[in-house]
């Protein structure tokens, strides 16, 4: 986090981060263990209610008003929405278990949000806090500066990037689409809509449903499938 983009920011002032580490907050006599067996029996360890609840805390004696975020194959899956949602709150507590999960009581207790990053398992939420911290840090204003901007941004219209270029103009034997050198900004920009939606219809027609496409983009999605299903069998 302290590099890049968002190190940046945090050099800047306008993002700050810190860590408590739970084992700092285990009971005396288990020096740093926090990890128990699981009632019921069954293989794996879990995380006990108290370090957990005394570290959260700890965090929140701090920042009183801030959502307790559990990192969890079971919550909610994390998506660009969540993320501008989650971007206009002023603190946000990321928990991190590990083993086979944390004491179901102090969930109760402290937990406001339950997210996952996706249907796999890791060995614990940290990756996955990380996913989510530097996704809602660049839609904070003042961390993209014009040079890495979002205006133009992925996924707020449940659309694909179109491609870029840069120099050299030729490379490999491959040259950059012509249009792009033509200086022509309208058909640019029609050209680089029309991108996007064929991508997306080739690698994600599931996002289709939810964009918003102009009368003259559902004619150039209807026109794409002939024009794909014509050439197949042809290549060869
Ligand atoms: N998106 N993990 C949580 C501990 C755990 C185990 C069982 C609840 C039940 C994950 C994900 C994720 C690994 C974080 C297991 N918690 N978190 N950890 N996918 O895989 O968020």
């Known amino acids: 986090m302290n590099t890049s983009i968002t190190g940046r920011a945090i050099a800047g002032g306008i993002l700050s981060l810190s860590t408590v580490n739970i084992r700092d907050f285990a009971e005396e006599k288990r020096k740093g263990r926090v990890d128990d067996y699981p009632y019921g029996g069954g293989a794996g360890m879990v995380m006990q209610a108290e370090p957990v609840y005394r570290a959260i805390c700890a965090v929140k004696a701090e920042r009183p008003a801030a959502r307790v975020i559990y990192l969890d194959p079971q919550g909610k899956v994390f998506d660009q929405e969540m993320a501008r949602e989650l971007s206009r709150e002023e603190d946000l507590i990321f928990l991190c278990g590990h083993y086979e999960g944390i004491d ?119 026109e794409l499938p002939e024009e794909k299903l014509a050439n197949p069998e042809d290549i060869c």
Request: charge should be negative; aromatic fraction near 6%.
């Open 104 to 222: 179901e009581r102090v969930l109760e207790e402290a937990v406001t949000d339950h997210v996952s990053i996706g249907d796999y398992v890791l060995t614990g939420g940290e990756l996955p806090a990380m996913v989510m911290m530097d996704t809602i840090a660049r839609l904070v204003p003042g961390v993209l500066n014009n040079e890495d901007s979002s205006v133009l941004e992925s996924f707020e219209d449940h659309l694909l990037e179109y491609p870029q270029y840069t120099r050299p103009e030729v490379w490999n034997g491959k040259a950059v689409p012509e249009i792009l050198l033509s200086g022509h900004h309208a058909n640019v920009e029609a050209w680089r809509r029309q991108q996007s939606i064929r991508r997306t219809l080739e690698r994600r027609p599931d996002l289709l449903e939810k964009a918003e496409l102009t009368k003259k983009d559902r004619q150039y999605l209807e």
